[in-house]
């Protein structure tokens, strides 16, 4: 007797997992169905609208044009398009300054792209004798590149 009950307990979970089944792909066939009749509607769909090359140029010189003036606390600064070969914007761009900042920043990315910022390095007595750094490194000290990089980027002494 328990034998059979088992028997129709299998028989049972079979017929539920059919039905379940049946079910599931019912319900994947509506979706299809459902899916094929609502259209797809893309994006760049609508009237094709030409412009012409004067059109093209004023849409792109308007968007490329800024709304208000940034805030900067530099004395000068300047967004040059090295396409156009164009300044798009400048701030004293055409006063005479010293280059400390811009060698700074130049070194600090290849520093940033060539090596790796992990590194311990040996302070050379030429290095520990240049003066103007505020690190105070000495002949022989041990630091890693990361920590020479964010001295580099310090402020400089007046």
Request: with cysteine; glycine share 4%.
């Amino acid at each position: 007797m328990l034998h059979i009950k088992n028997k129709l307990k299998t028989v049972g979970a079979i017929s539920i997992a059919r039905n379940i089944n049946n079910l599931f792909k019912i319900i994947l066939i509506l979706l299809i169905l459902i899916n094929m009749c609502i259209p797809t509607i893309y994006a760049d769909d609508g009237e094709e609208e030409e412009l012409n090359q004067s059109e093209f140029q004023e849409i792109v010189e308007s968007s490329t044009k800024p709304t208000s003036e940034p805030i900067l606390n530099s004395k000068a600064a300047i967004i040059y398009d090295r396409t156009t070969k164009k300044i798009i914007w400048g701030k004293n761009e055409n006063t005479k300054r010293a280059m400390a900042s811009t060698t700074k920043i130049m070194t600090a990315i290849v520093v940033l792209e060539k090596s790796n910022l992990t590194d311990v390095v040996t302070i050379s007595k030429k290095a520990a004798n240049t003066g103007g750094s505020r690190l105070k490194l000495n002949t022989d000290d041990k630091i890693t590149i990361n920590d020479l990089l964010y001295g580099l980027m310090l402020r400089s002494r007046k």
